[in-house]
């Protein structure tokens, strides 16, 4: 059996939960479906230009792991962008608190 995915930390919720190509209903659009994790890697990667091992110690989780959600988020913001599909932000293993300062290894709850 597996063992189960470890939480990562993300910032709090994103502005809009839906990005979508103008003039078209949300209904008749095929949706992508982009993790909040998969989200808080590419906004520290992406946008605030942290290396992945450190985005990782935000994170609370190993650099592989944030290099596989970089790459995953990636491809399914092509998809959307490219194929004109709706880019939906939710799910994910993730716990919306901003995580301790430093390199951070937790399973618990964030403040006690």
Do not use: N
């Amino acid at each position: 059996m597996p063992r189960p995915p470890k939480p990562r930390w993300c910032q709090g919720p994103p502005p809009q939960r839906v990005y979508k190509p103008a003039g078209v209903p949300i209904g008749r659009l095929p949706q992508v479906l982009l993790g909040l994790d998969e989200l808080e890697a590419l906004r520290l990667c992406d946008l605030l230009g942290l290396s992945q091992e450190e985005a990782g110690g935000r994170m609370g989780v190993s650099r592989g792991t944030v290099q596989r959600l970089l790459s995953s988020a990636r491809a399914k913001v092509a998809d959307a962008l490219v194929h004109g599909k709706a880019l939906v932000l939710e799910g994910g293993d993730h716990i919306l608190y901003p995580p301790p300062q430093g390199r951070f290894r937790h399973h618990g709850p964030p403040f006690r």
